[in-house]
């Protein structure tokens, strides 16, 4: 019972986080900002798969995979190799809205979109401004190769750059006569003078969306509507990032508005297999693509991979339970390290999946494993404990055996559950039981699970600023793969975080320090994510990937945050059970 009275104290029963009342700015608020084909037969097949800067070219000449899970595969397993084999547990690795991007406000649409100045909205702006404060701390301890400078002269601004700038223009132009309004639609006003024509339109972008979603928080729609109108006139989805960005928020905003006035009766759903908050399920081309071009998802299973290693190094009976398999790719990985341990070589590698929809798919991934690792000569078994809901889960769905050292990965799956929390408690009370040695969390490092609308919009808009600029260095900006992500993945989240309200509102992330203070009532014990793991991050950074020095990794404590020059976007951190 004290369990349970304590959990309504961290998530309410809409998934709200309440934190003990000390902490509720601290980590929930003010430092919870911006920190944010064809079956393989025998014969060998080589795909050209235009992608990014350059082609891709993807083959597999040994193991027979289904054709887009052996692409990622066949590029993984040789960036995962061994560096030393005497070390066991160390692995080697639309144009038509631009017509209107030339209007000027009228002193009249001046006037009805302000008629009087506004009181400042304190707590957004208090946002921003730690945000401006926690840019130049997230930038302390970047262990990539990235210039650390937090001034943007000398160099081409980033995404995050001109929102940052855009939101300083905000707050000081807020506090201003209605002249203030007058300069958000002129890019030659003087405080932007320095900056290239198009840095400047693009930092009046983000300006206009800003003050489009402040007046969406004080419900003066009509206000909203136009400064959309001008908002929409510059937006472009197929163009800078800036505006790629922006046409997805505005659109998210128009739905906002009209949810808000009754006029839009359809609930915003989600793309069937894929995430909502920008994390794709299941293996088609665009998760290949977005897998092998842009570092965050290798970084991070690398990581995670080199710490399950660690900590079941002793163990010659594995099992692992992956709380959401997407597409199998990191357990080709293990495999590969374990099948060349020489003083405790593995006697038996467990896998267990949870799924709780397409089976089918999840079991076709178990068949391609199990091939892959007999392959390797280690003796494996594949599960997949299935369950409608989470809440179905149980210990005697899962096969433990005496002897077995359990492993859990949890890959950007716990989020989900936020709004859920009586699934959390479920799911965590069941892994307890059954006492695993280690377990990997990674996360979205973003509170986009604030109560407050204009302080979730800001800080939605700061994560995927981040995301979009990620996309841009790495992909072409009319690779079909981008749009795709961009409109199916990241697009959906966009709407979700900024749309909709209750229980339809489905991503909702929180930072590290929120998890923290969640499972201390599990008796969590947070573990300390070593230097080898960190290694394994650093080196497919610096190896793999030409934008690599761009992503930033720096510790937190005992975990890793993973960002974008300098702005946070996800978290790995390990745990035991006391």
């Excluded at 104290?9 to 608020?29: C, I, S, T, W």
């Excluded at 006492?435 to 973003?446: D, G, N, T």
């Excluded at 030409?546 to 960002?563: P, Q």
Aim: proline share 3%; hydrophobic share 40%.
């Amino acid at each position: 019972m004290a369990d349970d009275l304590y959990l309504t104290r961290v998530f309410d029963p809409q998934g709200v986080y309440k934190p003990p009342e000390d902490h509720l700015n601290e980590a929930l608020m003010t430092r919870a900002v911006f920190e944010i084909n064809k079956t393989a037969g025998a014969e060998t097949s080589t795909t050209v798969i235009r992608s990014g800067r350059h082609p891709i070219n993807v083959a597999d000449a040994s193991v027979q995979l289904s054709g887009d899970q052996e692409k990622c595969i066949s590029n993984d397993l040789m960036d995962f190799n061994i560096k030393n084999n005497k070390n066991v547990n160390t692995i080697k690795l639309d144009q038509s809205i631009l017509e209107g991007q030339n209007h000027e406000l009228s002193a009249e649409e001046i006037d009805f979109i302000n008629p009087k100045p506004s009181p400042i909205a304190t707590e957004s702006f208090r946002v921003l401004g730690n945000y401006m404060k926690g840019k130049v701390r997230s930038r302390e301890g970047v262990l990539s190769n990235q210039n650390s400078s937090s001034t943007v002269s000398g160099r081409k601004l980033s995404t995050e750059d001109i929102i940052r700038m855009a939101g300083e223009r905000f707050v000081n132009f807020s506090s201003k006569t209605l002249d203030g309004l007058t300069c958000l639609i002129h890019a030659d006003d003087s405080s932007l003078s320095s900056l290239p024509i198009e840095d400047a339109k693009m930092v009046n972008l983000a300006h206009l969306l800003l003050a489009s979603a402040e007046k969406v928080g004080y419900k003066q729609f009509d206000a909203a509507e136009k400064l959309l109108l001008h908002c929409e006139g510059m937006v472009s989805e197929l163009g800078h990032p800036v505006e790629r960005i922006a046409f997805h928020f505005s659109k998210a905003l128009r739905e906002r508005i009209k949810t808000e006035t009754g006029s839009n009766m359809d609930k915003i759903g989600n793309d069937q297999g894929r995430s909502s908050g920008g994390f794709p399920t299941g293996v088609d081309f665009t998760t290949v693509v977005l897998h092998q071009e842009v570092p965050f998802s290798k970084v991070m299973q690398f990581a995670s991979i080199q710490t399950i290693l660690d900590n079941v190094a002793m163990a010659k009976k594995i099992h692992l339970i992956d709380l959401q398999l997407r597409n199998g790719v990191q357990w080709t990985l293990l495999i590969q390290a374990l099948s060349e341990r020489e003083t405790i070589p593995v006697k038996l590698l467990k896998i267990t999946a949870i799924q709780t929809s397409d089976k089918e798919r999840v079991e076709e991934i178990g068949k391609r494993l199990q091939s892959y690792a007999e392959s390797m000569n280690i003796s494996f078994i594949f599960k997949v404990v299935s369950v409608l809901n989470m809440k179905d889960l149980k210990v005697e769905l899962f096969d433990i055996t005496h002897g077995e050292a359990v492993a859990v990965y949890s890959p950007v799956v716990l989020w989900t559950m936020i709004g859920r929390p009586e699934n959390l408690q479920i799911l965590l009370r069941v892994i307890r039981r059954l006492r695993p040695v280690i377990m990997v969390v990674m996360e979205v490092e973003a509170n986009t699970n604030s109560p407050s609308f204009v302080n979730r919009f800001i800080e939605a808009l700061f994560l995927y600023s981040a995301w979009f600029d990620s996309l841009e260095d790495c992909i072409d900006r009319d690779n079909e793969y981008r749009t795709d992500i961009e409109r199916s993945y990241f697009g959906r989240g966009i709407q979700n975080i900024v749309a909709t309200e209750g229980e339809d509102r489905t991503t909702r992330s929180v930072k590290i320090d929120v998890w923290r203070t969640f499972f201390q009532r599990f008796r969590m014990v947070e573990v300390n994510i070593n230097q080898a793991s960190l290694d394994q991050a650093n080196m497919v950074l610096k190896q793999k990937f030409s934008c690599g020095s761009s992503c930033t990794i720096h510790k937190n404590r005992k975990c890793l945050i993973v960002g974008w020059k300098g702005t946070p976007t996800n978290s790995v951190s390990a745990w035991k059970f006391e």
